[in-house]
């Protein structure tokens, strides 16, 4: 008999022991989730000549400051003098990401937001720009990677001294 | 000595019994008084109740070039504040724990409630939840762009823990 108490003693003991101090009770409410994922492109500007602002972005500047057929390159351009021109040369890097799409390649276009100057050339890729179309640099552009495009900005001599300010539009569509 | 034995048994038998209880009112969702149910409301912003009890968040588009994406190397996030309070069905005050689980993923997307990524089993939010107040919360949907564009349709369900 006393070794009964000892067990049932021990039982209880347990029983303390293990039985949880709280007490969990799944909810009656719930929360429903819902969305639509949609297809997206982002395209940024990683690099370009000049004093840049904002590479990394969808909206770069370029600053290219006083130039002329007979002073100095600014800075990320080479200056080549011509018998009847001038022309700054430099590079713009652009990246093209792709997010919730299946396409492999996309098509990339370029072109310039204003008229240019009288007697300024605009060239990417070696095609010269317009503000009234748009040009093709590549119709095979890879994902993820930044492209290098040669960027051209010739002066004719006979251009009036004043600002070429201008911007140009990039413009990428999956293929 | 065959008495000893039966007794011993008995008595074994008698906290198992114990034991148990608890755990059948866990599996009815019920504290062991039976009274105790718990529901979990999504309010708005001026704390109204969206749908008691069974609340749904629409986060519309879900873009990677939107401007509230937030970019990853192969993902992007999009946040939202919700506002919950939990409530017993007899308004008595309390404090409980509060957890959340998927009661439907929505892979290969990723849920995350306060930082916590939601999975089937439930993830602790709360370790103290005043019953009848509310709480702020962070509800996060990571996407990877890998992923096909369309619908995505997950539910939360939750579990509430009384100490």
């Known amino acids: ?175 | 000595m065959s008495k000893t034995i039966t007794t011993s048994g008995s008595a074994v038998l008698f906290a198992a019994l114990l034991w148990m209880l608890p755990q059948a009112a866990l599996a009815q969702g019920r504290t062991p008084q039976g009274v105790d149910e718990f529901t979990v409301t999504v309010l708005s912003a001026d704390n109204r109740p969206v749908l008691q009890g069974a609340s749904e968040v629409d986060l519309g588009g879900l873009s990677n070039a939107s401007s509230e994406a937030q970019r990853h190397d192969k993902s992007f996030s999009i946040t939202r504040h919700l506002r919950l309070r939990v409530t017993r069905s007899n308004g008595a005050a309390g404090v409980v724990t509060l957890s959340a689980f998927l009661v439907r993923g929505c892979h290969p997307c990723k849920l995350r409630l306060d930082g916590s990524e939601l999975k089937a089993s439930p993830t602790l939010i709360l370790q103290r939840v005043q019953l009848n107040g509310t709480t702020d919360h962070r509800l996060e949907i990571e996407i990877p762009a890998s992923m096909p564009a369309g619908a995505v349709d997950a539910e939360i369900g939750w579990q509430v823990e009384e100490k």
């Open chain 1, 1 to 175: 008999m006393k070794i009964m108490k000892v067990v049932s003693l021990a039982a209880l003991v347990a029983v303390m022991m293990f039985t949880p101090s709280s007490f969990a009770a799944t909810s009656s409410g719930t929360l429903t989730v819902t969305g639509t994922v949609e297809s997206s492109l982002t395209l940024v500007v990683q690099s370009a000549g000049g004093t840049t602002s904002g590479t990394g972005t969808s909206a770069a500047t370029s600053a290219l400051g006083n130039i002329s057929k007979y002073g100095s390159a600014p800075t990320g351009f080479t200056l080549a003098r011509g018998a009847s021109n001038w022309t700054l040369s430099s590079t713009i890097g652009i990246q093209v990401d792709k997010a919730n799409l299946t396409s492999t390649d996309y098509t990339l276009t370029a072109q310039l937001g204003s008229a240019p100057a009288s007697g300024v050339t605009w060239k990417l890729n070696g095609s010269t720009l317009s503000d009234s179309a748009a040009t093709t640099l590549t119709s095979t552009g890879t994902y993820g990677s930044t492209a290098s495009y040669s960027w051209d900005i010739v002066v004719a001599d006979s251009a009036a001294a004043a600002a070429i300010d201008n911007a140009i539009d990039f413009t990428a569509t999956s293929n």
